[in-house]
């Protein structure tokens, strides 16, 4: 079956821009997480989705972030006028519900130059 | 108190050595307990879940100390496939999210 599909695996951009990643949770999983992760570092929680509850946005590092999930499924993560600190992997996963391990996808390496 | 806390290492093992790492949660209401394992560039993949009573899989031993609050994972006759980092993850309990910790980096050498 399929995993967690994230679009694109590699995006380069200018500074300043704004640039759209994309999450497709395996069918059926209520959860969904996002986070990012710097070369060596550990991961940084950015968004929590549950089911039709308020996303838990605590992690998100400044107002340039948003993230939305549409019809419980499909999300995107937007970042306004990109800096250079933004640049890091993203990573989505999804799962079943709280109490259920998460599964991973693939991640966007994201790079502003 | 971090939420959940691992050693970050890196722990330098001989290839067949036993190894174990602990990781402490904070939240006494916690449930759901798991290891993930992440390879160098890559993303974090589901190694075990914890159970109350604990779990082996193959080389591979997790427990739970409630009292203590810690879990444990331990890894017997270790590979050098097993170098890696190891991160905890842990339920806030009542419905709250999965967090992870900071991972504990092991390299098994020849």
């Known amino acids: 079956g399929a995993g967690v599909s994230q679009s694109p695996s590699n995006k380069v951009t200018e500074k300043g821009k704004d640039v759209e990643l994309r999450c497709d949770p395996i069918?059926?999983?209520?959860?969904l997480y996002w986070y990012r992760q710097s070369l060596g570092q550990g991961l940084e929680f950015l968004i929590y989705f549950q089911g039709n509850s308020a996303p838990d946005k605590s992690g998100l590092p400044s107002d340039r972030f948003s993230a939305e999930r549409t019809g419980g499924s499909v999300s995107t993560l937007t970042i306004q006028r990109t800096q250079q600190e933004d640049s890091a992997v993203y990573l989505c996963?999804?799962?079943?519900?709280?109490?259920?391990?998460?599964?991973f996808g693939n991640g966007t390496r994201l790079t502003v130059t | 108190r971090k939420e959940v806390e691992q050693d970050p290492g890196p722990f330098n093992v001989p290839e067949g050595a036993t190894v174990a790492f602990n990781c402490t949660y904070s939240?006494?209401?916690?449930?759901?307990f798991f290891w993930y394992r992440q390879d160098c560039r890559k993303e974090p993949k589901l190694l075990m879940s914890?159970?109350?009573s604990g779990n082996e899989d193959g080389r591979f031993t997790a427990q739970l100390n409630r009292a203590s609050q810690y879990i444990s994972l331990l890894i017997r006759d270790s590979k050098l496939s097993d170098s890696a980092t190891y991160l905890c993850v842990v339920n806030g309990g009542g419905g709250n999210k999965l967090t992870f910790g900071t991972g504990t980096q092991l390299k098994v050498e020849l």
């Open positions: 996963a999804s799962s079943l519900g709280v109490d259920s391990p998460l599964h």
């Open positions: 069918s059926g999983h209520t959860a």
């Open positions: 914890v159970y109350s």
């Open positions: 939240n006494s209401a916690s449930q759901s």
